[in-house]
């Protein structure tokens, strides 16, 4: 119950094209979903996160979609860029358990130039 | 210097060897997470500590012993590991709250163990 699921495990798209991410939960308690950007040799960083009281949220080529009733989020990076190349990681925690962050195991992004 | 940062970066040790990773976070804030990361896998929480005590232990073998002295420096203490062990430690620290609090992570220690 714990578990996030996230799909796929490795993308590969062109610039300018748009990349999709996809991460799904169980535990109905979980109320923030966090995305983290990981660079090789660096440690994730927080990238965008939302909370289950608006579906959508965006920041700048970044947007998050949540479905609450399915259960399920994701992550769309429009116009994708070579520099956006990385590994990406949903989230989720529950308040009152916030220090408790359970991770997605990752999807790989390319960008090809 | 800013942020979280960890020490040393790379470490190889055998099975018999004692090493510390040292992880340091010039945020101000007093919670501190110690994560290990392998490859294909999620982020798997070991430890957290708030306000220098440990308030979750994810069942972590006894081979990895954490210490908190203050709520700015925290350390993974390993000794008898196993090849199995091998993979990035990450740090992290957040500012205590009600829920949703940014989790900031250092660079890593990339351990082999042989």
Redesign the interface.
């Known amino acids: 119950q714990q578990q996030?699921k996230q799909s796929p495990?490795s993308l590969i798209v062109q610039k300018g094209g748009i990349s999709i991410i996809n991460c799904a939960y169980e535990n109905t308690a979980f109320?923030?979903f966090?995305w983290?950007q990981q660079f090789p040799?660096?440690?994730?960083?927080?990238l965008i996160?939302i909370?289950p009281d608006v579906s959508e949220k965006k920041e700048g080529r970044f947007t998050i979609s949540f479905n609450k009733s399915a259960k399920q989020f994701s992550l769309h990076i429009m116009d994708s860029q070579p520099g956006d190349s990385a590994t990406y990681?949903c989230a989720a925690?529950?308040?009152?358990s916030?220090?408790?962050?359970?991770?997605?195991?990752?999807t790989q992004l390319t960008v090809l130039p | 210097e800013t942020g979280?940062t960890q020490t040393p970066r790379h470490l190889v040790m055998g099975m018999t060897n004692k090493k510390s990773l040292k992880c340091e976070q010039h945020l101000g804030h007093n919670?501190m997470?110690w994560y290990k990361q392998s490859a294909?896998?999620?982020?798997e929480?070991m430890f957290?500590y708030?306000f220098k005590e440990q308030?979750?232990n994810n069942s972590v073998p006894s081979r990895f012993s954490p210490e908190c002295p203050n709520s700015s420096h925290l350390f993974l203490h390993l000794h008898t590991l196993q090849p199995e062990d091998s993979a990035l430690y990450?740090c992290?620290s957040?500012q205590?709250?009600?829920?949703?609090?940014?989790?900031?992570?250092?660079?890593?220690t990339r351990l082999l163990v042989l």
């Open positions: 996030v495990q109320d923030y966090p983290y040799g660096k440690g994730p960083a927080l996160a909370r990681f925690s529950a308040t009152g916030a220090r408790q962050l359970t991770f997605g195991s990752g | 979280v919670a997470y294909k896998k999620p982020l929480l957290v708030n308030t979750e990450l992290a957040s205590d709250g009600q829920g949703g609090e940014t989790q900031y992570f250092g660079p890593g």
